[in-house]
């Protein structure tokens, strides 16, 4: 049989202050990319990988490169940041961008295929879960950037909206590793929780920092002041260390630690093809399910040209490591399934809540708007441990 080749770019930030997560979903991508050449199929997928270093200028410069050489559709970003500055570019040159990270929602591209969560896929999950069995009074840090502005505004919405309060706001430029003035408010403050929007290195050196900060203040800080985030992934526990890589929150639509027969294979694949890491990360697996969404969608359309694609991706159903996914119509956003897991010391995360199905996405929070709390879901959520 006949094959067809299509050349894609693959556009990872894979040196940078949040590389270790980057690497993971270049990992991912190459993983399917992989898979599907090797399978009886009648495409292959030809990468063209690119590193944009975490630069913002980069990413437009490199984005123009591989849409210009006549690639129609490119995986890749991990910033909400690097997102918006190349989407112009597709726009000009009618591309695709196969996005693969939850973000903050509110936007809709004709030009994006989004297959990471929206905001009513993890951070809506993590405020009813917050409210419910944590505490209602929260402080809020991050790194000062579209992705924690925005999405401490739906959590303090939402939260309101449950009857609690955001005691305070603080934002660090990216790579910032200073956190003394941020810790003593935290402290003086005492809130229930805080929840964390803080990337890559300045995460890893947050955690760190506020769990010597409590230790020396008398504090169980897992147990007394929890942090719950929408970004933290098992290969960013490796990089916390282990003198404070456990009992923190997580949000999310995928954890290497779920049981299922697609996972285990997913996980077996990876650690084989992968050996030095970094480990698996959800965004990791998002990466891996946007490369096998647009494989199945191009053999469908039998052309890489955009409007095809368009049309073809909604016909599209995965069966991946997380369970299924499929891309809404409507949004170009996935049906994905959330989850609220605790890191643990081992470096792994455990599943205490999941919801029964994959939900659909709501990226305008439409159905689902914090401020009147008509969100959640309690009925979609089940205990998996307390």
């Given at each position: 049989m006949t094959r067809t080749t299509f050349r894609i770019g693959v556009m990872f930030s894979t040196t940078g202050s949040y590389s270790v997560v980057a690497r993971s979903m270049l990992n991912g991508a190459q993983l399917a990319l992989a898979e599907v050449n090797a399978a009886d199929g009648p495409i292959t997928l030809e990468p063209v990988v690119v590193n944009p270093s975490g630069d913002l200028a980069q990413y437009r410069a490199l984005a123009r490169e591989l849409l210009s050489s006549g690639i129609r559709q490119i995986v890749g970003c991990y910033t909400s940041s690097s997102r918006k500055e190349v989407i112009p570019c597709f726009e000009k040159f009618d591309g695709l961008l196969w996005y693969p990270s939850h973000y903050e929602g509110f936007e809709s591209s004709d030009n994006?295929?989004?297959?990471?969560?929206?905001?009513?896929?993890?951070?809506?999950?993590?405020?009813?879960?917050?409210?419910?069995?944590?505490?209602?009074?929260?402080?809020?840090?991050?790194?000062?950037?579209?992705w924690a502005w925005e999405n401490n505004r739906?959590?303090?919405?939402?939260?309101?909206?449950?009857?609690?309060?955001?005691?305070?706001?603080?934002?660090?430029?990216?790579?910032?590793?200073e956190f003394d003035q941020v810790i003593a408010a935290i402290l003086e403050q005492r809130p229930d929780v805080v929840f964390n929007n803080l990337?890559?290195?300045?995460?890893?050196?947050?955690?760190?920092?506020?769990?010597?900060?409590?230790?020396?203040?008398?504090?169980d800080q897992p147990n007394e002041?929890?942090?719950?985030?929408?970004?933290?992934?098992?290969?960013?526990?490796?990089?916390?260390?282990?003198?404070?890589?456990?009992?923190?929150?997580?949000?999310?639509?995928?954890?290497?630690?779920?049981?299922?027969?697609?996972?285990?294979?997913?996980?077996q694949a990876y650690t084989a093809a992968f050996p030095d890491g970094p480990v698996v990360s959800a965004d990791a697996e998002a990466s891996y399910i946007a490369v096998k969404l647009l494989a199945a969608t191009l053999a469908q359309a039998g052309s890489d040209e955009s409007r095809l694609v368009r049309c073809a991706v909604a016909n599209q159903r995965l069966l991946a490591p997380q369970g299924e996914v499929r891309i809404d119509p409507q949004t170009y956003h996935a049906w994905l399934t959330p989850r609220i897991g605790r890191s643990s010391a081992g470096g792994q995360f455990e599943l205490l809540?999941?919801?029964?199905?994959?939900?659909?996405?709501?990226?305008?929070?439409?159905?689902?708007?914090?401020?009147f709390a008509t969100s959640m879901r309690p009925p979609l959520l089940r205990m998996v441990k307390s």
């Open positions: 994006v295929i989004y297959t990471g969560a929206a905001p009513n896929q993890h951070v809506l999950p993590l405020v009813d879960y917050l409210a419910s069995r944590v505490g209602t009074r929260a402080f809020c840090v991050g790194s000062n950037y579209i739906i959590f303090r919405e939402a939260l309101t909206a449950r009857g609690g309060t955001v005691l305070a706001e603080r934002y660090l430029t990216v790579g910032d590793t990337i890559g290195t300045s995460a890893y050196a947050f955690f760190r920092a506020f769990r010597a900060a409590c230790r020396s203040a008398g504090i002041i929890p942090v719950a985030s929408c970004t933290l992934s098992e290969p960013e526990l490796q990089e916390i260390g282990a003198e404070a890589v456990d009992g923190h929150l997580s949000s999310s639509v995928y954890f290497s630690s779920l049981s299922s027969p697609e996972n285990a294979a997913f996980m809540l999941e919801a029964r199905q994959p939900i659909a996405p709501d990226p305008y929070l439409v159905q689902s708007s914090p401020r």
